[in-house]
């Protein structure tokens, strides 16, 4: 052991210095995600040229060694056989369908099934079913499924038909199941926060109280991560050194725990990182390697993501890195400080370099975090983790423990009610959200120094509050077909003057309208037109309307305050068709709307049959640039006689992926294409995007 820990020695030249190789392979992996992050090379190189020429050897291996491991995820390959043998790693289940991460030969698969057969951790199963890679997000900022996966080394998913026990066996992730049963038996009260705290699981938390703790920037700490290995360090070294006297036998039961408790956990980013860190601390203090604490963390971090080239997709990874390297280089701005002031400071230095990313994961920041997170800290670190530890030894205190939790859901849903400090917005510009952490950590650099640092408070403050009205003064015109399940088509105007969104899709976990609309800062919406009460043209107005201000809602239980009249919004016109209301099937009860923008006719549908567009030709004679196709291209809809009558250029059929009605109808596409009509379907393009600007058009698609 001790002689291969030896070769590190062979490293010390560049001691001190590792940082500059983990800047190197950010930089690479920034490029590698979007290309105008080469604007960072030059400069970078140049710098490394003239203070550090002999780091470029070994930037040049570590680099080379992180597009291997790349090249190796991406190109390795899963032969669609329809039978796979895997071994169960974790099993996770869900409302309505069972989650499974399995080891398929040497590759991690993710596995759907439904929750007939109860799956063992550690055990081998037949699995039939077809595999498949997840399609590339297709609305675009919002969730990438994709991406989530890569971030845990996974390509591939099966869909399981049937799921056959095969033989038994161990795994290392049994040890977490245990736990996780014995907190089911003997802690039934407290065993959402408890599994929490132990098992970095919050599935059981109400969804409600986790909004809240969301909305409060509190989260972290209830995401096991540095600070609760801190916490068990301390608690563990004060108990062992009661008992013990020989304090490397003391550091290793420590390590002996927190290896157990990475194991435990599930390898959660954080922790992963908290407890390597601690024992490699420990190993270079016992053989005098005398490594600096920055370079043990740029080892860390260098090496997880060879192993793991996405990792870096893991928020929870991002901020465990970015916020323990700011501490750590801001460790001069916490000398001579007394513990309370100390708390305060890390507060505010972990927050200065949190908020952007976490901005844009939740579209907001609660500036009561900074109030909040102190108080928490020493409510978590006196109260509440100390409990939980000791309930989990002594499952009596389980009633004691769920009363403080129950009190602490009360505050939270109180304080939640409160949103004087939120700041609501989204960076959707890269080189605006690189400029502001340039300045961020400026600012920490001239507050060490003790001088002003007014210039980068202004230039932050200015950057957020052009990134959230980046709309208002935008020229350009859209049209949106998102694809969702079901329909939803989102209409903007020049510098935001008027937003109208004509349904919502079908209600889907991630909430992807209100998420992209939010991602263009979208604040208000003047119209939300809900065509007829299917699902999939309504499932998300619940979110939308909780997330934005609505000025008008317009449905069948309110149309007859809007239809048949023209109404300008903006420089935009629409006008919406009066009901059939002698219709007794609900797609013929949809609301047609026409829409002019710039000098092109939109005509939406919703999900008209055959009766309807009879009816409606008949009473309008309507020429028509671009059609939305009623009912997802069924056959039930788009007549021949319907497309004489209004001629449309255009169709765009708004339709998901392997639908179970599947649609749409090839008989609909030939009519269309015989018809001479450009036929756009975002099963195949992915959201749909048409822009305007002074008399110029164009789109821009999101294929899957």
């Excluded at 859209?478 to 935001?496: A, E, K, N, P």
């Amino acid at each position: 052991m001790r002689q291969r820990l030896l070769k590190f020695k062979n490293l010390l030249q560049f001691r001190y210095r590792f940082i500059y190789i983990a800047i190197a392979l950010t930089i690479v992996i920034l490029v590698l995600s979007n290309w105008i992050f080469l604007l960072l090379v030059p400069p970078y190189v140049v710098y490394i040229g003239k203070n550090h020429r002999d780091l470029f050897k070994i930037i040049i291996v570590i680099l080379a060694m992180y597009l291997v491991s790349t090249t190796i995820f991406n190109v390795q390959q899963i032969e669609n056989t329809g039978q796979y043998k895997v071994k169960v790693l974790k099993y996770n289940k869900k409302d309505d369908y069972c989650r499974i991460i399995a080891r398929y030969k040497l590759k991690t698969v993710n596995v759907y099934t439904d929750c007939v057969v109860d799956v063992l951790i550690g055990s081998t199963y037949i699995i039939k079913g077809q595999v498949s890679e997840s399609d590339k997000v297709t609305i675009p900022n919002t969730f990438d499924y994709k991406k989530y996966l890569a971030s845990q080394n996974i390509r591939y998913i099966v869909y399981a038909e049937t799921l056959e026990f095969h033989r038994s066996g161990i795994s290392i992730y049994q040890l977490s199941e245990i736990v996780n049963q014995y907190i089911e038996t003997n802690l039934p009260l407290s065993k959402g926060y408890i599994k929490t705290f132990l098992l970095a699981d919050k599935s059981e938390i109400d969804q409600e109280v986790i909004n809240g703790i969301n909305y409060l920037g509190i989260s972290h700490l209830f995401a096991v991560s540095g600070y609760h290995i801190g916490l068990l360090v301390i608690a563990l070294r004060k108990v062992l050194k009661r008992v013990i006297n020989n304090v490397t036998i003391i550091d290793i039961v420590i390590s002996f725990v927190l290896v157990l408790y990475l194991i435990i956990t599930s390898f959660s980013a954080s922790v992963t990182r908290a407890v390597l860190l601690f024992l490699l601390m420990k190993l270079n203090k016992q053989y005098k390697l005398r490594y600096s604490v920055l370079d043990i963390l740029s080892l860390i971090y260098i090496g997880l993501l060879i192993m793991r080239p996405y990792y870096y997709n893991n928020m929870g990874f991002v901020l465990s890195f970015i916020i323990t390297y700011t501490i750590i280089l801001a460790k001069n701005i916490l000398v001579n400080q007394s513990k309370s002031n100390a708390i305060i400071i890390v507060s505010g230095i972990a927050f200065l370099v949190s908020f952007p990313i976490i901005l844009n994961a939740n579209y907001q920041i609660n500036l009561f975090t900074l109030n909040m997170n102190i108080i928490m800290v020493i409510i978590m670190t006196v109260v509440v983790l100390p409990l939980t530890y000791i309930a989990f030894i002594v499952p009596v205190l389980d009633t004691l423990l769920h009363r403080i939790y129950t009190l602490f859901e009360a505050i939270v849903n109180m304080l939640s009610q409160f949103d004087f400090f939120v700041i609501k917005g989204y960076i959707s510009s890269n080189v605006v959200f690189i400029i502001i952490y340039i300045m961020i950590f400026s600012l920490l650099v001239k507050i060490e120094r003790k001088i002003s640092f007014r210039f980068e408070a202004t230039m932050i403050i200015g950057l957020l509050i052009f990134s959230f009205n980046i709309t208002t003064l935008s020229p350009i015109q859209r049209v949106v077909f998102l694809d969702v399940h079901g329909d939803s088509t989102f209409i903007q105007d020049s510098f935001g003057k008027c937003t109208i969104l004509i349904d919502t899709g079908e209600k889907d976990e991630y909430d992807s309208v209100a998420s992209y609309l939010q991602t263009y800062n979208i604040r208000k919406i003047d119209y939300v037109i809900i065509s007829h009460f299917h699902s999939d043209h309504y499932g998300e107005l619940n979110d939308v309307i909780s997330t934005f201000k609505v000025e008008h809602l317009i449905s069948a239980n309110t149309v007859s305050e809007f239809e048949d009249r023209v109404i300008t919004c903006g420089n935009l016109r629409m006008y919406i068709y009066p009901l059939d209301y002698t219709a007794t099937n609900e797609n013929n009860n949809s609301i047609i709307t026409s829409v002019w923008i710039q000098n092109e006719h939109f005509l939406f549908v919703g999900d008209s049959e055959l009766k309807r567009e009879e009816r409606f030709i008949s009473l309008y004679d309507i020429d028509v640039d671009v059609l939305k196709v009623g009912h997802h291209g069924s056959i039930t809809s788009t007549s021949q006689l319907f497309l004489d009558a209004i001629t449309p250029e255009e169709a765009y059929i708004m339709v998901h992926r392997n639908n179970r009605n599947r649609h749409p109808d090839q008989t609909v596409i030939e009519r269309l294409v015989n018809n001479d009509i450009v036929v756009h379907r975002t099963d195949l393009e992915g959201t749909i995007e048409i822009r305007y600007f002074l008399d110029k058009k164009w789109k821009k698609t999101y294929q899957p």
